[in-house]
């Protein structure tokens, strides 16, 4: 196993989980008296030590123009300290008050058909507008000045799930200095983009206009810059936002809740400026075996939301029980709340918060799950799943700040996704990246090996002055690797001459940043380190099969055959069928001291979890624990000052048993978490 990073606690003086989450105590202050103190009564009951209050309360804070009230803030900040909680204090950016929208129209959003939206709904402010971001500016700075010699204060909760675009004339201006900037000439914009197709040629900056349906959607380049400018307003008003937060509690750590694999921001560029990563996780377990694939999907957000930033996450919000916006709102199985929220803490979460604590009585999420229900006590089964987490939790401090000991990297790029989003050919609409990625990361979480998700951006990057790399991986995956940025393909190489294992599939190597597709062959700057050219790539309808033979055993392919020639590379397997039968599907190309694979055609799990268990031992990788794991059971590790915190975990509704070697074997009950301690 490799060695993992030990991190400080995320509040330096709280060296302990943070239980507890959303907490709106504004929609109550008509009875304070009665419901504040009882909450502050049952929160301690249920072992939560801390509350993320704020999130939605602009109008409670600021009910006219220029009129604050802090009063009730005051009072609830007040409360926490005196019961020893920590305050996860949100600015109130997330909704805005109706008076704003009324006598600003301008912050209100603008979509891609050009339509202003009246006001209402949440989330949905132009992020340019000066009056909105004037605003925002003015509440922090009160809110920080207030608060920053709080006890309660531990870590600001910025703004509340960033998301979506705005399309507005302000906007439009916005992106067009954006655009200059990046490419400094028309003439390189449009070479960028392609523009001499359809004749789009640009002969002026002012004729650019973002994707829209009632206009442009098929220039690739622009769509893809569309979105990388949207990833920096948010970037640029996190900046705006924090600006008065930094400069008056410059000690107390900022973050934003992140949304797993949303698709509208690159969550790594947005990572770079956070001090840690937040998320509000949400699946849709179903009491039966479809568990244990919404398991592995988990446990991805979790990955790739611990990768943004290497280090120790905060599970932002979770829900207790029944989450109101699935089309079926389930309820949580005996031990499913336990085994959620360990789950977050076996990849990396040193916090385990809700959505909400106390349920709302009106509004859209009057039936969400919560840790108090209407019914107002701690008698229910919901309340006693969450005390029984807060408990747990407390015996739990030795594996705050642990981290998780990598040694493969599955490569999840959210510029590949645009591209591949927008692809006319191969399969257009049904390329599915995201579900390719999640095919390769399953396999290790089957086999109980720690991964980290990562993207191209990686290279050159540090984190607390340690650079990251390709360099401090035995294995990288590249799964559908269409879009390469520029020097990536380079790193690669260095990493697999420097003795690095490397495996790329079909879909790789195909275009630029720009999605200019590459001249001299497919996959471009890959083709020396892999060893390949693919010439053609075939795409199957859904009823089509094709096979790999490898090793003597026949593998479904489907979807996609990409027809490669191994140039440098050994042949290791071979198409079953049709015209190109006997020519190779799976190559190996020795380079330096490593090696790089290529993986032809898409598989099913069979062929990935053979290949990767192999490629593992070959490369040395140890899973979590020795023995094989029962299948829907997983274990991941923490790990740090000296011990090990091994999570085994059964995703299915059936007993299931466990043979670690030490300390023994033991009979999982349905959904169960065991946590192994090993000194290491
Ligand atoms: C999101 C939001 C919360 C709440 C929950 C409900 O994560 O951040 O305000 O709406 O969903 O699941
Ligand atoms: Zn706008």
């Given at each position: 196993m490799k060695k993992a990073r030990q991190f400080p606690p995320i509040i330096a003086r709280f060296p302990h989980f943070l239980h507890g989450g959303d907490y709106n105590p504004d929609q109550w202050i008509k009875w304070k008296d009665e419901i504040w103190k009882e909450d502050m009564r049952l929160a301690k009951l249920a072992g939560i030590n801390s509350l993320s209050v704020g999130i939605f309360a602009w109008a409670a804070l600021e009910?006219?123009?220029?009129?604050?009230?802090?009063d009730w803030l005051d009072e609830v900040m007040g409360m926490m300290a005196d019961n020893g909680m920590i305050a996860v204090l949100a600015?109130?950016?997330g909704a805005r008050p109706a008076w704003m929208s009324q006598k600003y129209p301008e912050v209100l959003r603008v979509n891609a058909s050009r339509q202003r939206s009246l006001h209402?709904?949440?989330?949905?402010?132009?992020?340019?507008s000066p009056v909105y971001r004037e605003k925002v500016k003015a509440m922090n700075t009160r809110l920080a000045g207030r608060y920053?010699?709080?006890?309660?204060?531990?870590v600001w909760h910025v703004s509340n799930e960033y998301g979506g675009e705005c399309h507005c004339p302000l906007c439009q201006e916005k992106f067009r200095s954006w655009l200059k900037q990046r490419y400094k000439t028309l003439d390189a914009l449009n070479e960028a983009w392609w523009t001499a197709f359809w004749s789009h040629?640009?002969?002026?900056?002012?004729q650019i206009e973002s994707p829209s349906p009632i206009g442009e959607l098929n220039t690739h380049g622009l769509n893809l810059d569309w979105k990388r400018f949207t990833t920096e307003q948010f970037v640029d008003f996190y900046l705006h936002e924090t600006a008065p937060l930094k400069e008056i509690t410059p000690a107390v750590p900022c973050t934003t809740n992140l949304m797993g694999?949303?698709?509208?921001?690159?969550y790594f560029r947005l990572a770079e400026v956070l001090d840690l990563v937040s998320w509000d996780n949400y699946p849709q377990w179903t009491?039966?075996?479809?568990d244990i694939e919404i398991g592995i999907r988990t446990s991805f957000a979790h990955d790739l939301t611990r990768s943004l930033k290497g280090k120790p996450f905060m599970l932002m919000e979770s829900s207790?029980?029944?989450?109101?916006?699935?089309?079926v709102a389930k309820l949580h199985r005996p031990n499913v709340h336990m085994l959620q929220s360990m789950q977050a803490v076996a990849h990396g979460s040193d916090t385990v918060q809700y959505f909400q604590f106390r349920k709302s009585?009106?509004?859209?999420?009057?039936f969400h799950g919560s840790?108090?229900?209407?019914?107002?006590?701690?008698?229910t089964r919901v309340f006693r799943d969450v005390a029984a987490v807060g408990e747990r939790l407390k015996t739990m401090?030795?594996?705050?700040g642990t981290g998780t000991p990598s040694a493969v990297a599955v490569i999840y790029d959210w510029h590949v996704r645009w591209a591949l989003e927008d692809v006319?050919?191969?399969?257009?609409?049904?390329?599915?990246y995201q579900e390719a990625v999640i095919d390769h990361y399953r396999a290790f979480w089957q086999l109980g090996i720690p991964v980290d998700i990562i993207d191209q951006?990686?290279?050159?990057q540090s984190i607390a002055g340690q650079s990251r790399g390709l360099?401090?991986?035995?294995l990288v995956i590249a799964p559908m690797l269409y879009l390469l940025r520029p020097g990536f393909a380079e790193a690669v190489d260095g990493f697999v001459k420097n003795g690095g294992v490397f495996a790329a599939t079909y879909?790789?190597?195909?275009?630029g940043e720009s999605d200019l597709v590459f001249r001299?062959?497919?996959?471009?700057?890959?083709r020396k380190c892999l060893?390949?050219?693919?010439?053609e790539i075939d795409a199957l309808y859904p009823e089509d099969r094709n096979s790999i033979l490898w090793e003597g055993r026949r593998y479904e392919a489907f979807d996609f055959c990409e027809l490669i020639h191994a140039e440098s590379a050994e042949v290791l397997g071979t198409y079953?069928?049709?015209?190109?039968?006997?020519?190779?599907a799976l190559t190996v190309n020795r380079c330096g001291s490593g090696r790089a694979f290529f993986i032809a055609a898409r598989t099913g799990q069979d062929f990935l979890g053979d290949f990767y268990a192999r490629l593992s031992r070959e490369c040395g990788v140890?899973?979590?624990?020795e023995n094989p794991l029962p299948s829907g059971v997983t274990a991941q590790v923490r790990s740090g000052g000296g011990s090990e915190h091994i999570f085994v975990m059964n995703f299915t509704p059936e007993k299931k048993t466990v043979d670690p070697g030490a300390p023994g074997k033991k009979e999982l009950e349905p959904y169960e978490t065991w946590i192994i301690e090993r000194k290491v």
């Open positions: 009910p006219r123009e220029g009129e604050y009230q802090f600015t109130p950016s209402g709904e949440r989330h949905n402010h132009c992020l340019s920053k010699e709080h006890p309660a204060l531990g040629t640009y002969t002026d900056w002012s694999t949303y698709p509208g921001i690159d009491g039966g075996p479809k207790p029980s029944a989450t109101n916006w699935r089309p009585r009106g509004a859209s999420e009057k840790v108090v229900d209407h019914e107002g006590t701690e008698n401090d030795a594996v705050i006319k050919g191969f399969l257009q609409k049904n390329t599915r951006s990686i290279i050159g360099e401090g991986y035995d879909g790789t190597g195909w275009a001299g062959g497919v996959p471009g700057p890959l060893g390949v050219w693919c010439e079953g069928s049709d015209f190109y039968a006997g020519r190779p140890k899973p979590a624990l």
